[in-house]
């Protein structure tokens, strides 16, 4: 019997889990199964072709809320196509209404609900054998004309289930995909959008197996380690261990977690940012709203005050990345009030926000409350909220014009310098600049049409310009320096018109040869000659202190708190969350790791008067070291 287990992934880089694990439990007894991925964007005709040529008896499907569209499509065709072959698909998108699949496509033969390896192996034996699949716990099935659901299979003892991580087949991608990776599965919480909140408890692999697991993809070549656990740090001893073991066995490898940030203490904080080293890790922290009635609703327990603590004393490291997430729609939040969810959040500055649209996933809480909160959503997957109770769709497709530009002007990271200036200097709120930004981009019909790197320069100065922005002057210049610095090459060219005069040019460049010394003691060591400054350096005068207004934009806007107040809230004998911290912007004048700024409302201040004080030969040099990133100096003039 030829089993294939395959997947639709997002995208190429991606890996699937699922059906690692579902061979490396199998293949001890049917030596002949095959792991073949694809993803979304392949021709369906291109993946119905490749499966037919296999000539395979069974095949299975791993379905998830991305995919379920697409391996639909699939299944219809290679039941056209190869009428004998056997259809089992699995997965969170399928498990929870298994009827309902079966229902809507002719050509699924079983569906796998839950955990997937003991029942999808009892159900080949059964392909194999007796076809008895009314002892497959935790299938569903035909017969005749009557779809049978079976009774659910008991959770499986993780350390019973062998790797799916030693494949030799996947050695040689291994650096150039994500490796995903679970330690643990299930979740301690119980919120109602989530598909996770429907398995109570969590159950761990042992961590000597993990550690093994871990350091044989390290040491053959693993890149970027992605952790499935849906709260990695619930265990605090555990993901210390781990923590520790990453840091003293990485090698490069950079690893991704899901935390929960209001539950990690002190101790671990002060860990993490005295231990590890810069880059390796990346968390993933879903905040999703700060309004407390919403969290409430949804059986969401959240500090959002321990919760900002914990992001600001990690930003403060400078060691982690964060990612943090939203959601609109949720029960009671309307525009307003996800305008200061959104705000609330943004003014920790993480160096990814994620603003996602609630989705009433089949199995979940909410889902069955849909009627009460009056939502109207997509028939099908991925089943996004049209409107609410308190959110009409005008507010929802405004909301995705700010997603669209803060995914372009923020989370790209190609205007660091220029977004930070006009949140903090020039727009009331964070919110208010991605809003009208993204209202002006949509009124121009620039969602239609592609964008090159220097489009999004353009298109950013027309509204600055069109909304009549005080002090043009400086933004441009920081536009300017965003630009050179998004290259890893001296770029051909510029979107601005070039206005230094060409014999100053030469009398800089000169100057530089001449004195690298009063640059960086880097340059002087590296003793280039002006023709091999002409080659690597870009030059531009801005008319104002560069320096300062880098200053005004440092550091840190949010107050982190302190390890007294916390034990206080912890000894607190009722335990209630409080309500969300006021923060806002500021403007600081010390260096990042100096200062926690502490101020009440998130709105913008003036600029610093130094600011206007002289002007800056900005210089801008390429290719001079391993990073092959853009480095710069400044000189005042």
């Known amino acids: 019997m030829k089993i294939i287990l395959t997947t639709l992934n997002a995208k190429y880089i991606h890996t699937s889990l699922a059906i690692r694990l579902l061979k490396a439990y199998s293949e001890h007894e049917f030596n002949d199964i095959h792991l073949v991925e694809y993803t979304i964007k392949d021709p369906v005709m291109n993946i119905v072709s490749d499966l037919f040529q296999k000539r395979p008896d069974v095949i299975g499907f791993s379905c998830y809320i991305w995919n379920i569209e697409e391996t639909l499509k699939l299944i219809g065709i290679l039941k056209q196509v190869m009428p004998e072959v056997t259809i089992v698909l699995g997965g969170p998108e399928v498990s929870y209404e298994p009827l309902h699949w079966m229902k809507r496509e002719a050509g699924i033969d079983f569906i796998v609900n839950g955990d ?3 029942t999808f192996h009892h159900l080949l034996q059964e392909l194999r054998d007796d076809r008895k699949f009314h002892f497959v716990y935790g299938a569903a099935y035909r017969k005749g004309e009557e779809i049978i659901v079976n009774p659910p299979r008991p959770k499986s003892d993780l350390n019973t289930l ?14 150039k995909r994500i490796v995903y990776f679970e330690t643990s599965r299930g979740c301690p919480f119980n919120c109602q959008f989530c598909l996770s909140s429907i398995e109570v408890g969590v159950r761990y692999y042992d961590i000597e197996r993990v550690k093994s697991d871990l350091l044989y993809l390290i040491e053959n070549g693993a890149k970027i380690i992605k952790f499935l656990d849906r709260t990695f740090n619930i265990n605090r001893n555990y993901a210390m261990e781990m923590f520790q073991f990453l840091i003293d066995n990485h090698q490069g490898c950079v690893f991704q977690f899901e935390i929960t940030a209001d539950i990690m203490r002190p101790e671990v904080l002060d860990f993490l940012s005295n231990n590890a080293p810069p880059g390796i890790f990346r968390f993933e922290i879903g905040v999703q709203s700060t309004n407390d009635e919403t969290n409430e609703l949804v059986k969401r327990r959240q500090n959002f005050k321990k919760l900002s603590r914990t992001v600001m004393k990690i930003k403060e490291s400078r060691n982690i990345d964060q990612h943090l997430d939203l959601i609109a729609g949720l029960p009671m939040e309307d525009y307003t009030t996800f305008r200061k969810t959104f705000n609330d959040v943004f003014v920790m500055e993480p160096e990814e926000l994620q603003l996602g649209f609630l989705k ?10 849909a009627a009460k909160y009056e939502y109207t959503y997509m028939e099908h997957a991925p089943y996004e909220i049209l409107s609410s109770h308190m959110m009409t769709f005008s507010d929802i497709i405004r909301l995705k014009r700010l997603e669209d530009v803060l995914e372009k002007y923020w989370n790209s990271h190609r205007m660091d310098h220029t977004a930070k200036y006009l949140i903090r200097h020039v727009f009331d709120s964070p919110f208010d600049f991605f809003q009208e930004f993204g209202d002006y981009w949509e009124e121009r019909g620039w969602q239609k049409i592609g964008h090159q790197l220097e489009d999004l320069f353009i298109r950013l100065q027309s509204f600055l310009i069109d909304r009549g922005t005080p002090s043009m002057d400086i933004i441009t210049g920081l536009m300017k320096l965003d630009y050179f610095l998004g290259h890893k090459y001296k770029p051909r060219k510029i979107w601005w018109d070039f206005v230094l005069d060409k014999s100053d040019w030469s009398s800089y460049l000169r100057d530089i040869a001449a004195n690298p010394g009063q640059i960086s003691a880097q340059l002087a060591e590296a003793g280039l000659s002006e023709r091999e400054l002409q080659k690597y350096t870009v030059l531009e005068v801005l008319p104002f202190s560069l320096e300062a207004v880098l200053e005004s934009i440092s550091g840190l806007r949010a107050d982190g708190g302190s390890e007294e107040e916390e034990e206080e809230e912890d000894n607190a004998v009722d335990g209630a969350v409080p309500s969300p911290e006021s923060l806002i912007l500021g403007v600081t004048e010390r260096s990042l790791e100096e200062s926690v700024q502490t101020t009440s409302s998130a709105v913008a201040v003036a600029e610093p008067t130094s600011v206007r004080e002289g002007r800056t030969l900005l210089i ?3 290719q ?7 480095q710069y100096y400044t000189l005042p003039l």
């Open 360 to 369: 009433m996933l089949r199995g979940t809480g909410l889902r069955a409350q």
């Open 624 to 630: 001079q070291n391993e990073s092959q990133r853009a």
């Open 116 to 118: 997937g390896e003991e």
């Open 162 to 175: 062998p790797t799916p991580h030693r494949f030799p087949e996947d050695i040689p991608d291994l650096s």
């Open 620 to 622: 801008v040099m390429y």
